[in-house]
């Protein structure tokens, strides 16, 4: 269920100001019947007209952005320069956030888009959606590491994590981290609880999301229909 001038600000149309607006002027129907305010909650599906035409509520947007060091994956922030702040304002009225966080000092593939429950699935602990990230490290990543990373491992705080995947690469100092969690800053504590800190550190996937290579730090593109595909599956 999504707020109606949440669903309606999400066409792109209309700001949430102006949805509320028409919303309060009488100019909504929802299945056909007035609703009671712009906080009314619509099952997704449910026809929604505005002046008599239908307004099609289903097509949210989603992209893709490579998000470089030094911005902060929020919708706003009073001091940091936000992950939005790199989107056009047509499409940043449409109420886009990002699909979780990344560090502001992480770069990498970071998706955005206005579908709460898309977005709410993908960050869903009980979905296990896979999250790879490229590093390099103070140290040589060993076998002993990769053993740590597959039993779990303790963070400094005594969190357990789940069993994750890390490969080290040619150069050791440099590896792969899979994870399917989303605790706060993990694979950097996971990788300094084995004395091994975080010297530099990009997603490269979440789920069946690559980031695409053509895509330099700060620049988004929308995803195909074949990415959106995999993703809903
Ligand atoms: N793990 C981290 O430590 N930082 C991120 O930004 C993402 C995962």
Known sequence: MERLDKLLAATG????????????????????VLPQGPEDKI??????????????????????LHKPAGVVSATEDA???TVLDLIPPDLRRRGLFPVGRLDKDTEG??????DGALSHQLLSPARHVEKVYYV?????????????????????????????????????????????????HQVRRMLA?????????????????????????GA???LTRAELAHLRR
């Not at 949805?19 to 299945?31: F, I, N, Q, S, W």
């Not at 593939?109 to 206005?114: E, G, W, Y």
């Not at 550190?201 to 895509?215: N, W, Y």
């Open 13 to 32: 149309r209309w700001s949430r100001r102006e949805a509320k607006a028409l919303v309060k002027a009488g100019r909504v129907r929802v299945a056909g």
């Open 43 to 64: 099952t997704p599906g449910t026809p929604v007209t505005v002046d008599g035409r239908l307004v099609d509520t289903e097509s949210f947007t989603y992209l893709m």
């Open 79 to 81: 001091r940091e320069k």
């Open 109 to 114: 593939l970071l998706l955005l888009t206005n």
């Open 136 to 184: 390099e490290v103070e140290g040589q990543l060993d076998q002993a590491d990769q053993a740590a990373f597959r039993r779990g491992i303790i963070l400094a705080d005594g969190t357990v994590c789940c069993p994750a995947g890390l490969t080290v690469l040619e150069e050791a100092s440099h590896g792969l981290v899979a994870i399917k969690e989303g605790k706060y």
């Open 193 to 217: 609880a084995r004395g091994k800190p975080v010297t530099y550190i990009k997603r490269l996937s979440m789920g069946p999301i690559t980031l695409d290579p053509d895509l330099p730090p």
């Open 220 to 222: 988004w593109r929308p």
